[in-house]
């Protein structure tokens, strides 16, 4: 008997009792179903995480020093010719530090804007891109002019359709002037960096804020290796710089963070496929069960087979086939309905459809098949050892 009919007749036996094969298919389908949904929400948790690192910028070092009992010892303008002076591996460097001020455009008033200290390479450290005018430039850095750049947010609830570019806002009693505005990273929330104000880091003073207080730095470099290097030598370079017994600082890369957290993310991603893979064993052995019924039931059919000529392996296959159909199908209506509940999820939770990724989807089916072959193995084997007549005499 060939494969092809030895299927057909399997899909025979299924479709003559279809409540039997469906209560035996349940365990797989929920099995499969749950393993689906869950890696599918977790792998676009996982997505988003590093759509929110890739937003903030990869190969980037955060660099941060302190002192205590003395006044603190300001070495900006030092810092940043050393990340000059290491330009093999190092593309940009910019102040990280920050402050929340008021912002005025004539009536209008913003009480939360986050204020940024820049440098001539801050757009490269912070992975924006503009969209109107132009950045801030050496000049005005080293000439301390009164201008600005202004995020999606802030440029939006300003001038909305006006054009910003020469315009004047007030930050902290003084003017400066518009030269440039940022494409949005963050839908224009308001509580993400398009609602930010980035002016020359050396008007530090004019804000409000003391040069003693830039203290924070994001370093961008070119690859992943230049990141290792960068951080060894400025780890050194601090080192000699700051006084020992009366400072402390920190150098370390968001590149770390992500491999931790994606690190993480793919162990919890087996560990909860494995939870729900205990469904899909219960699947398996209530396959077996039903096969091993199956057996009892046909043991006519099986006598008949073997005097008229049939084999111990066509009648293992036989068995075989069926056990592994059975548990198949259960398997391609799990992966169904499990792609319907990870979009349904995933839109819930991350206002984006995610479906379960090929390399999930074929794993499902294979497994779910394989573990029709497995389970239906002791009752086809145990099918192949009748004897004829003693099979024929037991109807």
Not at 127 to 155: E, M, P, Q
Not at 369 to 394: D, H
């Amino acid at each position: 008997m060939t494969v092809f009919r030895t299927t057909k007749m399997a899909f025979k036996s299924i479709l003559h009792n279809k409540m039997r094969s469906f209560l035996t298919m349940l365990g797989i389908i929920i099995g499969v179903c749950s393993v689906i949904t869950l890696v599918s929400v977790i792998q676009g948790a996982q997505r988003k995480t590093m759509e929110a690192y890739s937003k903030m910028g990869t190969n980037l070092i955060s660099v941060y020093y302190g002192s205590w009992g003395a006044p603190q010892k300001d070495i900006t303008e030092d810092f940043f010719e050393k990340c000059t002076q290491l330009n093999d591996y190092i593309l940009g460097v910019t102040s990280a530090s920050s402050r929340n001020l008021t912002a005025k455009y004539k009536s209008k008033t913003l009480s939360d804007s986050q204020v940024y200290l820049a440098s001539d390479t801050f757009d490269i450290c912070m992975n924006t891109t503009l969209a109107a005018g132009r950045t801030i430039g050496y000049s005005d850095i080293k000439n301390r002019v009164k201008v600005c750049v202004l995020g999606s947010y802030t440029a939006n609830e300003f001038f909305g359709l006006e054009n910003p570019i020469g315009k004047q806002i007030k930050l902290n009693g003084i003017y400066y002037t518009v030269i440039g505005t940022y494409q949005s990273q963050y839908d224009n929330n308001q509580y993400s960096r398009d609602n930010m104000i980035a002016v020359p880091r050396t008007c530090a003073r004019s804000l409000g804020m003391s040069s003693s207080s830039d203290n924070n730095f994001t370093v961008k470099c070119k690859d992943k290796d230049s990141t290792q290097m960068a951080m060894y030598y400025l780890n050194d370079w601090l080192k000699t710089k700051l006084p020992q017994n009366s400072s402390s600082f920190g150098v370390y890369s968001d590149n770390s963070w992500m491999e931790q957290e994606e690190n993480a993310l793919d162990m919890f991603t087996w560990v909860v496929a494995g939870i729900a893979g205990i469904s899909l064993l219960v699947g398996g052995i209530g396959i077996m069960n039903i096969m091993l019924v199956s057996v009892a039931e046909r043991t006519r059919e099986i006598g008949i087979r073997m005097s008229i000529g049939a084999r111990r392996r066509d009648i293992i296959t036989q068995f075989l086939i069926e056990a592994s159909v059975l548990s198949a199908c259960g398997g391609v209506i799990g992966i169904l309905i499990g792609a319907l509940g990870s979009a349904m999820l995933s839109s819930v939770i991350f206002q984006e459809v995610y479906l379960p990724s090929p390399f999930i989807t074929l794993v499902a089916f294979a497994f779910s098949a394989a573990l029709g072959i497995f389970f239906g193995f002791y009752p086809a084997n145990k099918a192949s050892k009748m004897q004829p007549v003693e099979a024929l005499r037991n109807t």
